[in-house]
């Protein structure tokens, strides 16, 4: 067990619609990251946020937005959905301020799909 | 720009042989290099790091992996495969003087066979 939380655990939806997928990182951590693993394009960076600021960016499409809250919990909001959205959707987190360790710890994933 | 290159989509095994799974890297720097595990159906799951300490670096239920300056590659393996290590590997690199993203390979395919 990594410490990182993802609700939900499995999402079903149409396309048009919005979800709000929540991430909560491990105790002390700062920095949260979204990740997006789908088959046509692998895992890839989303956004990354660090004590409730953005830090950056990666290929995340404008319909996506996320925040990460006071208490450090994030949320990654995919809207307008289409049926290229359906992916595993990881969070994970780490603290920045261990600089020997670069490590960044997963959460279980959130399976998002569209139909 | 760091990038991470797996050789192969596919390894099989079989249990009680050698496993080794390639892996190059391209960085304009000192890079930190990671392999995770992914069991199906599961997260991602780190094996072990690399972050300019010792060049061989052991990681859980007996991998390693050598990181090699000269050849820019950071192989992962094991010297008896298991039933259980059936899974998809990722070699990944960390954007470390940017924003510590994380860069996923293609990931490799590991099947152990009885």
């Known amino acids: 067990d990594s410490g990182v939380t993802q609700t939900p655990k499995h999402l079903i939806t149409a396309t048009g619609q919005r979800v709000t997928l929540r991430c909560s990182p491990r105790?002390?951590?700062?920095?949260v990251y979204w990740y997006q693993q789908s088959l046509d394009q692998g895992l890839q960076f989303l956004i990354q946020?660090?004590?409730?600021?953005?830090?950056a960016k990666g290929n995340i499409l404008e319909r996506f937005s996320a925040q990460q809250f006071p208490d450090l919990h994030s949320e990654l909001n995919l809207s307008s959905l289409e049926l290229g959205d359906s992916a595993l959707y990881f969070c994970?987190?780490?603290?920045?301020?261990?600089?020997?360790?670069?490590?960044?710890?997963f959460g279980p994933g959130t399976r998002l799909t569209v139909t | 720009a760091q990038s991470v290159t797996q050789l192969d989509s596919h390894v099989s095994v079989s249990e009680g042989t050698p496993v080794l799974l390639r892996c190059n890297y391209s960085s304009s720097y000192s890079p930190s290099l990671f392999w995770y595990v992914q069991h199906p159906n599961k997260g991602l799951q780190l094996l072990l790091k690399?972050?300019?300490?010792?060049?061989l670096v052991k990681g859980i239920n007996g991998f390693e992996a050598e990181f090699k300056k000269s050849e820019t590659s950071f192989h992962l393996t094991k010297p008896s495969a298991h039933m259980s290590d059936a899974a998809e590997y990722f070699c990944v690199v960390s954007d470390r003087w940017g924003t510590d993203k994380l860069i996923f390979g293609t990931g490799t395919r590991l099947q152990v066979f009885p």
């Open positions: 994970a987190s780490s603290d920045p301020r261990d600089s020997d360790s670069y490590e960044q710890y």
């Open positions: 105790s002390g951590d700062l920095s």
């Open positions: 946020y660090y004590n409730g600021e953005e830090r």
């Open positions: 690399y972050t300019s300490a010792a060049t």
